[in-house]
């Protein structure tokens, strides 16, 4: 069913994924975290006033003495058999992870701008998959995720059709996709690829249009998505939000960009991978 709904719409909502007693544990290790400013933890512009983001990589965490302990909550969010099982079966074997992430945006530093505007994220034309979990009761008023069904499969195609667009330097913002949709003209697209096409350009004249999107749910709600899809988060236009989310890459992104979670063998051929690139360009 999950999966299905990954494949067919981009996104998944697994309700009651926590526990309350769950929730306090991610809560308590988050404000704790932000307190002690721990020295695996990269800063973040989004980090100002009582708003703060702590972005952990793995390496950081796993060569720090008390990185593993300190992040035992959320790491334990993806390192459950319900999630391995769910990456298994939409990422394939091998899957790794590429970061987790815990948020906590206030309406004072984020109430009258979008927290992330409509975008796609694309991993290298590699899969990724990430989840988003609601900490706190979030609604339209307090920074739920927006999320366009089915325009993962959108955004794959039009990458396949123009594969400069995937280069790491191309926008990746919504004007962008749909710049790059009317280059290669609408009769390149389905009939239901093209109501998709109809609604992005609906939510461009009017971003309101976007919030028929926004998933609303309680706390203990998880969120898994496709990253190529169409998605972003409001303003925090009252209160807080607080969330905790974690990406889940393909084998092949894992080998290219952490090969520290590869074998002795490969992560030595994965390092010289990178070097041999980085002295091509």
């Not at 999320?147 to 330097?169: C, E, G």
């Not at 389905?190 to 999107?213: A, F, G, N, R, Y």
């Not at 998505?225 to 169409?230: L, M, N, P």
């Not at 090969?259 to 091509?280: C, D, H, N, T, V």
């Amino acid at each position: 069913m999950i999966t299905e709904s990954l494949a067919n719409d981009g996104y998944a909502v697994i309700e009651d994924f926590c526990m309350e007693s769950e929730l306090d544990a991610l809560r308590s290790e988050m404000s704790t975290l932000h307190e002690e400013s721990s020295n695996f933890i990269k800063k973040h512009s989004m980090t100002e006033g009582s708003s703060y983001l702590l972005n952990m990589v793995p390496i950081r965490v796993q060569k720090s003495a008390e990185g593993l302990a300190k992040t035992e909550h959320i790491r334990s969010q993806f390192e459950n058999r319900k999630i391995s099982h769910i990456a298994d079966q939409y990422l394939g074997q091998g899957w790794g992870v590429s970061n987790y992430i815990y948020h906590r945006a206030c309406a004072e530093e984020h109430g009258t701008q979008e927290l992330f505007p409509l975008h796609y994220d694309n991993f290298q034309n590699c899969r990724c998959l990430k989840g988003f979990l609601y900490i706190e009761d979030c609604a339209i008023q307090n920074g739920a995720l927006r999320y366009i069904p089915k325009t993962h499969l959108l955004v794959r195609k039009v990458l396949s059709i123009k594969p400069h667009a995937s280069l790491p330097d191309q926008e990746n913002h919504l004007d962008a996709m749909l710049a790059i949709v009317e280059e290669i003209g609408l009769k390149c697209f389905t009939k239901e690829e093209q109501k998709i096409i109809d609604d992005l350009h609906k939510i461009v004249l009017c971003p309101e249009h976007s919030l028929k999107h926004a998933i609303e749910k309680k706390a203990g709600t998880l969120i898994l998505f496709d990253t190529i899809g169409i998605h972003g988060g409001v303003s925090v236009a009252r209160g807080e939000r607080w969330i905790a989310r974690f990406h889940l890459i393909d084998r092949k992104y894992r080998f290219l960009n952490h090969p520290e979670q590869e074998g002795f063998a490969l992560g030595m051929i994965s390092r010289l991978y990178s070097k041999m690139k980085r002295w091509a360009n």
